[in-house]
């Protein structure tokens, strides 16, 4: 479990392909002290697993099935990712939970610049724009955040310039693609529903089959 405040980022040094998967190198950009193998810390959003570890750099493994879904299918030596170690107990939670798991890409639209922030339009998939609402948190590349507006298949995103300063959302042109995670209350809301859903549309058929039946 992440929170979605990126406190350093990495450098990608190597990029090994192995088969059904590949192996990345990342140098930190600030030493990070406590990251040991086995560990779980998140590469813009996407939540791996250290297979080697150091205060300079890590490496982490990714199959083939999150290289398709993310955005670090396209990662080559000298891109630039936000990083975020896992929760652990008595940490500060200051963003939203974030599970590390991508439910989609999206692609930078627009971009509004202002003094004091910048604003994000990003499209995404149908069933992304489902779960967004006014005020809402989402995870932009690992990056809390909170959803202003929804316009059919755009929602706005509005950053400040810190944001933008110590995570790669600064980079951002018209066109990038970013890994997108809903808020996982949405995700559990869409569950629920689709559940009595079926539930209501099931008790409904037997309801009939009854009556039918003569009963």
């Given at each position: 479990?992440f929170t979605?405040?990126?406190?350093?980022?990495?450098?990608?040094?190597?990029?090994?392909?192995?088969?059904?998967?590949?192996?990345?190198?990342?140098?930190?950009?600030?030493?990070?002290?406590?990251?040991?193998?086995?560990?779980?810390?998140?590469?813009?959003?996407?939540?791996?697993?250290?297979?080697?570890?150091?205060?300079?750099?890590?490496?982490?493994?990714?199959?083939?099935?999150?290289?398709?879904?993310?955005?670090?299918?396209?990662?080559?030596?000298?891109?630039?990712?936000?990083?975020?170690?896992?929760?652990?107990?008595?940490?500060?939670?200051?963003?939203?939970?974030?599970?590390?798991?991508?439910?989609?890409?999206?692609?930078?639209?627009?971009?509004?610049?202002?003094?004091k922030n910048?604003?994000?339009?990003?499209?995404?998939?149908?069933?992304?724009?489902?779960?967004?609402?006014?005020?809402?948190?989402?995870?932009?590349?690992?990056?809390?955040?909170?959803?202003?507006?929804?316009?059919?298949?755009?929602?706005?995103?509005?950053?400040?310039?810190?944001?933008?300063?110590?995570?790669?959302?600064?980079?951002?042109r018209i066109?990038?693609?970013?890994?997108?995670?809903?808020?996982?209350?949405?995700?559990?809301?869409?569950?629920?529903?689709?559940?009595?859903?079926?539930?209501?549309?099931?008790?409904?058929?037997?309801?009939?089959?009854?009556?039918?039946?003569?009963?």
């Open positions: 479990m979605g405040i990126i406190e350093n980022q990495g450098i990608v040094i190597k990029r090994e392909d192995r088969g059904g998967q590949v192996r990345f190198r990342f140098r930190f950009r600030k030493k990070e002290k406590g990251l040991k193998i086995g560990d779980s810390i998140a590469v813009s959003g996407t939540c791996l697993t250290a297979v080697y570890a150091s205060e300079s750099c890590f490496e982490a493994d990714v199959v083939r099935e999150t290289l398709e879904a993310t955005t670090l299918g396209s990662l080559k030596p000298g891109d630039i990712v936000n990083l975020e170690k896992s929760l652990k107990v008595g940490d500060p939670l200051g963003g939203h939970f974030v599970t590390g798991h991508i439910d989609g890409r999206g692609i930078v639209a627009k971009i509004e610049r202002r003094k910048t604003t994000l339009f990003i499209k995404a998939p149908k069933d992304i724009i489902a779960l967004q609402a006014p005020k809402g948190s989402i995870a932009l590349d690992g990056v809390s955040l909170t959803v202003q507006k929804v316009r059919g298949p755009i929602f706005e995103i509005a950053v400040i310039p810190h944001t933008l300063k110590v995570t790669t959302l600064g980079l951002k066109g990038s693609e970013v890994n997108v995670e809903v808020d996982i209350v949405a995700r559990y809301l869409k569950t629920c529903f689709s559940s009595r859903k079926t539930a209501a549309i099931s008790s409904k058929m037997i309801l009939k089959t009854l009556l039918r039946g003569g009963f």
